[in-house]
């Protein structure tokens, strides 16, 4: 079944703590991104990649790192997290990106709680 | 930059009523526009993609018109039924490599 996976599902942690969120596609699938998503400001999108090793910045890129060492996984990475990061977290994917016409596949997101 | 809003924020309906959700957007260059589903505690599920070429697409009881002169969109959703009651949002592609989301739809529909 094509999907994305992410891991883990819910996570309550301290401020500080360095987290790992992972998300992964089986859909060889070459664009993969993040959003988060707050109530009263919507879906907005932190980082993105066209493909292994290209990385780039969002709309809300400050506190968090990505990496992209293989096409199928795509880890959304919280070095010192502050419960300003507290939200639901989703991993997206589609074959090339937003304008190819191509559905964006969406994982069940990560529900993140920051104290 | 592109906004999209959707109209209206909440809508409650009895079963078995034809319903209209409309989106706007304020760019009407857009390459498509994605109308996605999101139940509570889920992710998002794309359920029709227009694109800039075409009018309307269809998926059994939904079906989705694009204007994109005037900016529009709108998914119709005939003889509803309570499992339909979800979140809709619809988006596009923004100049990056993003889609822009309106707010969402917040669907009820009481049997």
């Known amino acids: 079944e094509a999907q994305v996976t992410q891991n883990p599902r819910y996570l309550i942690t301290v401020t500080g703590k360095k987290l790992t969120v992972t998300c992964s596609q089986n859909?060889?699938?070459?664009?993969m991104s993040w959003y988060r998503q707050d109530p009263g400001l919507g879906l907005r999108q932190i980082y993105y990649s066209m493909n292994v090793e290209v990385t780039d910045k969002g709309d809300v890129p400050e506190g968090y790192k990505v990496s992209r060492k293989e096409k199928r996984n795509f880890p959304l990475i919280l070095e010192s997290p502050s419960p300003n990061q507290t939200s639901l977290y989703f991993c997206a994917s589609s074959l090339w990106g937003t304008s190819d016409n191509q559905p964006q596949h969406f994982g069940d997101g990560t529900r993140l709680s920051i104290l | 930059k592109q906004e999209v809003t959707q109209i209206p924020a909440a809508l409650s309906v009895p079963e078995g009523e034809n319903l209209v959700l409309n989106c706007s957007f304020t760019?009407?260059?857009?390459?498509?526009l994605q109308w996605f589903r999101q139940d509570p505690g889920k992710g998002l599920t794309s359920l029709l993609l227009?694109?800039?070429?075409?009018r309307e697409q269809t998926s059994g009881r939904l079906n989705a018109s694009l204007d994109k002169s005037s900016g529009r969109s709108t998914l119709y959703i005939a003889a509803s039924q309570p499992g339909d009651s979800a979140t809709y949002l619809c988006?596009?592609?923004?100049?990056?490599?993003?889609?822009?989301f309106g707010k969402g739809t917040s669907l009820l529909v009481t049997p």
């Open positions: 760019d009407s260059a857009i390459y498509n």
């Open positions: 988006a596009v592609p923004n100049s990056g490599y993003a889609l822009n």
């Open positions: 227009i694109q800039s070429s075409q």
């Open positions: 859909m060889n699938h070459e664009y």
